[in-house]
């Protein structure tokens, strides 16, 4: 089978286009032919060697993927040969065909293509985990998503509407990405690059802060994000896109009684009953129309390296999906 696979960390160009050889299930697995992939920054954190993990090489990128099982190890109850499947995993998800455990393996409901079930797997369950597990997000309370016109923002912008959020604050880098969150129901938007941007998320609360804020850029705009939280605000980290790392002063958040909480999705991963009844939500908030999803681009495999650079130049919006073959 053809796959993406690294032998060394670097750039886009270490991403090698090879041939490997076909996984062959047993015990409880299951092998899915692939017909879609999921592209995160969870993916370049690999390539680069900054992933919150060590990468073992050599390493085939890839945490979701989107297709038909194929063939079951002797030990499946759960899964059947023709099932349309999504699935979540820790490896492997850049190729023609993809092994794993049945436990992680969910149906894909009528009406859902396998372009957009892939997008719920890593950002549709993060920015469902990190507004209601980690957020612990209230009805009526205000949200700030940064990248708000990226793939979990985008999500998270219409996610934090359906779990009862007053009002969602969406920053982004150009008015055309403004627009897309406030399509997807954002309330207020503001242009982080723009100098004062923390201070006109601060006007948008009248002064208060923001309860639950998104944050995955890291550097300057982590410390002042920190600074738009409400009393009792809580701020999720689940990146650092910027590679800059960022310092604080702990004592800072006790005057309010603020948090600052860090989100890793294989954790999420690890507790099989909770991937499973979140992910199921979220598609049927798709097949009921309550959520829209976005597929910014789809490229075939092959073209890894260049979806890498678009991705990391921020020049995507929405969902990157790769599809095997030609």
């Keep these: ?24 299930p047993k015990g409880n697995e299951v092998l899915i032919e692939v017909k879609a992939i999921g592209v995160n920054y969870a993916d370049t954190a690999r390539r680069e060697g900054q992933y919150v993990v060590e990468t073992t090489l050599p390493y085939v990128l890839g945490g979701e993927v989107a297709g038909i099982v194929v063939a079951v190890g002797e030990d499946v109850t759960s899964v059947s040969i023709g099932s349309k499947v999504v699935t979540i995993m820790e490896s492997g998800g850049y190729a023609e065909f993809a092994m794993v455990d049945e436990r992680s393996v969910i149906p ?10 892939v997008i719920l797997p890593i950002q549709g369950l993060s920015a469902y985990h990190i507004l209601k597990t980690m957020g ?11 990248a708000a016109a990226g793939g979990v923002g985008l ?8 779990f009862g959020a007053g009002k969602v604050i969406a920053t982004a880098s150009t008015d055309e990405k403004l627009a897309l969150a406030q399509e997807m129901g954002a309330d207020v938007t503001v242009n982080y690059t723009v100098d004062g941007w923390d ?13 639950v804020a998104l944050e995955m850029a890291g550097g300057d705009i982590f410390n002042k994000t920190v600074r738009c939280l409400a009393p009792f605000g809580r ?18 958040l006790m005057r309010r009684n603020q948090s600052v909480i860090g989100f890793f999705l294989p954790q999420i991963m690890r507790k099989p009953q909770l991937l499973q009844s979140s992910l199921l939500e979220l598609l049927q ?25 678009l991705l990391q130049a921020r020049k995507t919006t929405g969902k990157i999906v790769l599809v095997p073959g030609n």
């Design 136 to 146: 612990r997000l209230e009805e009526g309370e205000t949200v700030l998503v940064h």
């Design 155 to 162: 999500l998270a912008v219409q996610l934090a509407k359906l």
């Design 235 to 252: 701020l999720v980290i689940y990146g650092v896109a910027s590679g800059e790392m960022s310092t604080m002063q702990p004592a800072e």
């Design 108 to 117: 894909i409901p009528d009406g859902v293509d396998y372009n957009h079930a």
């Design 285 to 309: 908030y798709v097949q009921t129309g309550q959520l829209k999803l976005t597929v910014g681009g789809v490229y075939p495999l092959a073209e890894a390296a260049n979806v890498h650079t």
């Design 1 to 24: 089978m053809k796959a993406v696979q690294i032998d060394k960390f670097g750039g886009p160009e270490v991403l090698q286009y090879v041939e490997l050889n076909k996984p062959m």
């Design 199 to 211: 201070k006109e998320v601060k006007k948008a609360t009248e002064g208060k802060g923001v309860d």
